[in-house]
């Protein structure tokens, strides 16, 4: 749906529930369209609404696995080290 807003939404108040729906498909490579939609949900929430607390941890936590990546499951085993984030790869020169 690109970054427009699910047509359910419009006229009612965002809820918790509308905000773990955007995150369940955070990843790496999404982290940053993900971030944007989701201040954009809550952005007309007031301070202190559940839903917006939640969505302001979850831009943070976006925030961080968008420049450094994220590890599921287990550490990488002696001998093999993580990928680097495509954010801070750097292109050959």
Do not use: K
């Not at 790496?28 to 007031?46: K, M, T, W, Y």
């Not at 607390?53 to 925030?63: F, K, P, Q, V, W």
């Amino acid at each position: 749906m690109s970054s427009a807003e699910d047509p359910i939404r419009e006229g009612r108040t965002v809820t918790v529930e509308d905000v773990q729906a955007l995150m369940g498909a955070s990843t790496p490579h999404f982290a940053l369209q993900l971030r944007a939609r989701i201040r954009a949900l809550i952005g007309s929430l007031p301070d202190g609404d559940p839903a917006r607390m939640l969505g302001l941890r979850e831009i943070a936590r976006l925030d961080e696995i968008a420049a450094d990546g994220e590890v599921r499951g287990h550490h990488a085993e002696s001998g093999m080290t993580p990928l680097q984030s495509v954010v801070l790869a750097a292109p050959d020169a």
